[in-house]
Structure formats: C-alpha cells, structure tokens
C-alpha cells in the first residue's frame, strides 16, 4: 500500500475544504476504497475521513411523509428502520440484499452510491482497463464477459454497477445532496451515475471535491409501498452482485396501475430505470400479457456485449417475476431471504 496523508475533519466545510487538496478521497465505511488500495487500484495521496461529520447519520421525516437519509446512515440501520421499512419495503429488501450482514453493519448510504462501476479486470492491474488507467484499453471486451452490460454500454467499457440499493431508489425520483466548493447543490438520482461512452473513468456527476450529505426520497415515491419488491437473481444466494435484479412498484386503484416504478440492476454502468415498461403499465389492468409487454419494453434496447446474450432474457424475465410479486403484495415481514427468487412469494397485506 502507498503512503497518504489522513486528516479527519469535524465540519463539512472543513472536510469540503481539505477535498481541494488534488489526490484527496473521502472515507466513510471504506468496504470498496480500502479494498482497491489494497491492491493498487486506488491510491488517494490524502483521506479525509467523514465519519465524525456533525449531521450525516441521521434518517429524517418530512410533514408530508417524504425522508432525508443522510450520507452516513448505515445500510442496516436504514432496513431495518420500521418507519422506512413500511414506506419504503423495496429499498429496505435491497439494502438487505446486498453484501454481507457484517458489511452491511458498516456500509453507508453515500458509500453504496459511490462504489466503483467495475469489473474482474478493473481489479488485476496487470489488465487493460480504460476505467482505471484512462484510454489503456478494456481486457474484457475479448474476455470473460458473461456478466457485463447488456444496456447503455460503449467500446470503452462495458461493466456494470454493482449497487442493489441503487436500484429501486432510481425508479423512487431520489435526489441527492451535495455539499462543495462551489456550495450546495442537489443532482436527481438518476442524473448521478454517468454511461461509459468515450470517458468510463468519469462515472458520477459529482464535481471535484464534492461531497454527498444525504439522500431524500419524496413521499410520492411511499405510494407504492403495498405492492413494491425487489427481486436479485445472482449466483449464490449470499455476498454475491447481482446477474440482473429489478425493482418494481405498483400504485393500485380500483383493480388498475395508477403509477409504476420499475429499475433494472446488473445490467448497465448505472441502474437503469425502466420508463417504456412504466408508461405500459401506467393504466393498465395488470395481467401477465401486460407484464410481458412491459418487460419487452425495458430491454428494448439491450444487446450482448459478449457472452452476455442470456441476460437480456433473464432480465425479461426478472421484470416479469417482480411484477408478479409486486402485484401479489408487500409481505409483511421482510422475506427470510431478502430479494432472493428462493424467497416464498407472499399475498400479505403490507400496512404502510
Ligand atoms: Fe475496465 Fe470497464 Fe473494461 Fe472492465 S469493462 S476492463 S471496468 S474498461
């Protein structure tokens, strides 16, 4: 590991102030930073870490049943949170989907935003890869490729974002809080995770030296929490990304989808909202044709960037399956496997 310099400040000015330094890294939980500096992929000249900032770790109620989570709140202390779990139940299955429960206890909010899009080769600094070293090249391209993007990606970069709880707060209108040199700001979610294109090594919109200070959800986006799940279909059933995942939420009214929120993980080097598949639900009677219908619309675009051709498939499906789930009902108690097709689907009334 390289020598960095590691201050901790107690103000976000003075934490947003030190970030001005070139070479600087914010520290929060540290489950991806640490890990890519262990190997020599990240080599921040100073850390600043953020953990003793005043005001980040807190989960906040607005009137109107909309919630601020600040940057530091922890993955597991927000799901199993039972005023956001009863709102929010998609998020807390994908906050509980993710990872470990050891690294769950200490992962936080912002630090799930800002994981690194990657892949095996991102990892092996002995491979091309314009993501870590810009304009070196992407091993994957002509190799093991089977779980890259089937959607958004480009000839400089084909990995995929690794974050669940991404996923449904892409499809919930989330905006996230920044503090920077320039001041506040606020980016909508889903403006936040940048596509490859010909600059795969700039992935977030985040300006230099900015700093995420909270998430907020609006109540609108609580609507759905009856009929909202989410659904991860990976490899093995624990501490695995997800080969695709989807998130979906049903607004019911009179036997008729009033609004839908649908996402799809694992997919792209963002999570991937599905507003063709939400303008064919939005009205319609839910039925399986319907559901069909929608999942075609969500993978329209989508093609293989390798041997990657059967995802475009499972994702169909996926969408499909967390429809179904969805529409059955929220459970209400959280599925003994969270987000797993393993888990027994339930018709429980979920009481927001
Ligand atoms: Fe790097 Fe992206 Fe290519 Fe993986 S897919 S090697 S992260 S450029």
Redesign the pocket.
Known sequence: MNRFEYVRPTTIAAAVAAAEQPGSAYLAAGTNLLDLMKVGVARPERLIDITRLPGMNAITWSQDGGVRVGALVRNADLAYDARFQAAFPAIAEALLSGASPQLRNVATMAGNLLQR???P??QDTA??????AAGSG????GGENRL?AVLGWSE????THASDVCVPLAASDAVVEVQGPGGPREIAFEALHLL?GDT?HVETALRPGELIVAVRLPAEAAAVAPHARYLKVRERTSYAFAVVSAAAGLELEAGVVRTARVALGGVAAKPWRARAAEAILAGAEPSAEVFARAAEAALMDARPSGDNAFKIELARRTVVRVLEQALAGTPSVMPALPASPFAPSSGATHAA
């Open positions: 899009t990657r892949c080769y991102f491979s091309a890869c314009n993501r870590r992407c091993d994957a391209r890259h400089h970069c084909i990995a490859p795969p």
